[in-house]
């Protein structure tokens, strides 16, 4: 069983920066693939970001340029740093590890971007 735990997520003014994180507990995880999704009110849940084991990154073309993905295998976690806030961001953002055709997901964490 791996268990997921995202924090980062706060209230910040357009343009600022903030950085995620996705701390995962249980082995295997350097050969985990992990996502961060979001999803913003009453819309459906959407991948922003991936990383795979072998550092490999793809990102949703509503972020690129603006986020980074990235992994820290040796303290099991994710990160995902984001620059160039835009209220449109705003959204409950969550953790997903796919791992031995198993998945998991995090509890989500908020960012809300306005003025």
């Known amino acids: 069983q791996v268990q997921l735990v995202e924090s980062g997520g706060d209230l910040v003014q357009p343009g600022e920066s903030l950085r995620l994180s996705c701390k995962a507990s249980?082995?295997?995880?350097?050969?985990?693939?992990v996502d961060w999704y979001r999803q913003a009110p009453g819309k459906e849940r959407d991948l922003v970001a991936n990383?795979?084991?072998?550092?490999?990154?793809d990102y949703a073309d509503a972020v690129k340029g603006r986020f980074t993905i990235s992994r820290d295998n040796g303290k099991t976690t994710v990160y995902l740093q984001m620059n160039s806030l835009k209220p449109e961001d705003t959204a409950v953002y969550y953790c997903?590890?796919?791992?031995?055709?198993?998945?998991?997901w995090g509890q989500g964490t908020q960012v809300t971007v306005a003025s």
């Open positions: 990383i795979r084991p072998g550092h490999m990154t």
């Open positions: 249980g082995g295997f995880f350097s050969d985990a693939t």
């Open positions: 997903h590890l796919k791992v031995y055709g198993l998945e998991f």
